[in-house]
């Protein structure tokens, strides 16, 4: 990061920042127009970014809001990519959604079996 340009094609931070696998895929999300820079909507992926720049963006099913820190010469590994944001968006929920049995997890098999035997009792 010694001597890093000021601003940088915004495709290419967000490749660079590990936000996108390819470089064309954050290409294909600028043009769409589903990135934000500082609020305002972006569809060209040659609009240049600084640091101190806002980006908004979907990842999943989580929005990101991501403060540039810095810009990097080029796609390193993934420690240094983290260096290059500030992560501003909420902490995602990260727990498993397990289907739960009336609130009390999984049924054993005493309960499967009376279960299915209700159940046989209803269409007969």
């Known amino acids: 990061m010694i001597n890093s340009p000021s601003k940088i094609r915004l495709d290419k931070w ?18 769409a127009g589903h990135i934000r820079v500082n ?23 989580w ?7 810095a810009i990097s010469e080029r ?17 995602q929920d990260k727990s498993p959604k397990n289907p739960k049995y009336e609130g009390k997890g999984r049924p054993d098999k005493k309960s499967r079996r009376a279960l299915d035997l209700s159940r046989t009792r209803e269409t007969h």
């Open 14 to 31: 967000l490749w660079h920042a590990r936000f996108f696998k390819t470089r064309s895929l954050a290409t294909k999300q600028v043009s």
């Open 39 to 61: 609020g305002s909507k972006v569809l060209k992926a040659s609009q240049n970014v600084s640091v101190g720049d806002v980006l908004t963006f979907a990842q999943g099913n």
């Open 63 to 69: 929005i990101r809001i991501v403060r540039v820190a």
């Open 75 to 91: 796609r390193g590994p993934a420690p240094e990519a983290q260096l290059l944001y500030v992560d501003m968006s909420e902490p």
